[in-house]
């Protein structure tokens, strides 16, 4: 039985590795800059907890996995919020929306 | 060399290879989306190497790693902004 929890968790990492492999060629690939930033989410929101979740089970029921578990939180937590920063750092130099933020 | 060895190298070559290549060439906002893919990325493939040497307390760097690389993420924002 745990044999079969690390392959799956083997797995689901394997997985997760190959959706951030996936995002990084694709977000060279394409030519524009809006376009390229959706290529960051996939990252932090599906590649980091696949990986993590892969590496709890694993790990099992210990504070590797807790550590694990919060490094994927922050990672999901921050990820998106720096994709709208840098989104809105692009629309204010191509003048989309104007130069000072709110205060 | 065992699975997670591997699953790293792959990272490194897949991910990390795009990401610093998006963060030599082009204008600043397209070398700070390499970089923030690049910490995220780094920050996953340490997770990868604490697995792989089997030594768990390597997951405090990645820990620090995501705090760190989103302030300092945000300050290139900031000083973008302000350079224009």
Known sequence: MSSLVHVVGAVLAGLGVVVVVAAAIAAVWVREEYVRLHFLTPVTSLGAPLVGVGLGLVNGWTLTSATILGITLLLAITGPVLGSAIGRVTAQLDGVVEQESPE | MNGWLLAS????????????????????????????????????????????????????????????????????????????
């Open chain 2, 9 to 84: 190298a792959v990272l490194i070559v897949g991910g990390l290879g795009p990401a610093l290549y998006l963060t030599s060439r082009g204008p600043a906002v397209r070398r700070l989306v390499g970089l923030q893919l690049a910490g995220a990325i780094t920050v996953l493939l340490m997770e990868l190497l604490a697995q792989a040497y089997g030594q768990s307390q390597y997951l405090v760097v990645p820990l620090v790693l995501v705090v760190v690389s989103f302030a300092g993420t945000l300050v290139f924002t900031r000083l973008l902004r302000d350079r224009s």
